[in-house]
């Protein structure tokens, strides 16, 4: 089945920087886009960034352009959300997140929080 885990999470000082990854299984991971989400708790989940199947073409929000790179790994299955100039509002539940056949499949989340 599908299982997407994110991990590296963690407390960063405003400013810092921080790693995210995702880790995919159960599906054909170099021929879908994935793309990472962030919620804060009483609020919508909200669209990060997105990186095409090749790893060629991204997109973001306008909150986090500049800020936020994306990366994958297809020969390992991974998926990167790299984090620079972190900023309290940043702080969230982020999730990895693929759509395929349909579906969409997300992982359990990780926490980044932002404060000093």
């Known amino acids: 089945q599908v299982m997407l885990v994110e991990s590296g999470g963690g407390l960063v000082q405003p400013g810092g920087s921080l790693t995210l990854s995702c880790a995919a299984s159960?599906?054909?991971?170099?021929?879908?886009?994935m793309t990472w989400w962030r919620q804060v708790p009483g609020k919508e989940r909200e669209w990060v960034i997105t990186i095409a199947a090749t790893g060629r073409t991204t997109s973001s929000a306008d909150s986090v352009k500049g800020r936020f790179t994306i990366s994958r790994d297809n020969a390992a299955n991974m998926v990167y959300l790299r984090m620079n100039s972190l900023k309290p509002e940043d702080t969230a539940l982020y999730y990895c997140?693929?759509?395929?056949?349909?579906?969409?499949?997300w992982g359990q989340g990780t926490q980044v929080t932002v404060s000093s």
């Open positions: 997140n693929v759509a395929l056949m349909g579906n969409n499949y």
């Open positions: 159960g599906f054909t991971f170099s021929r879908y886009a």
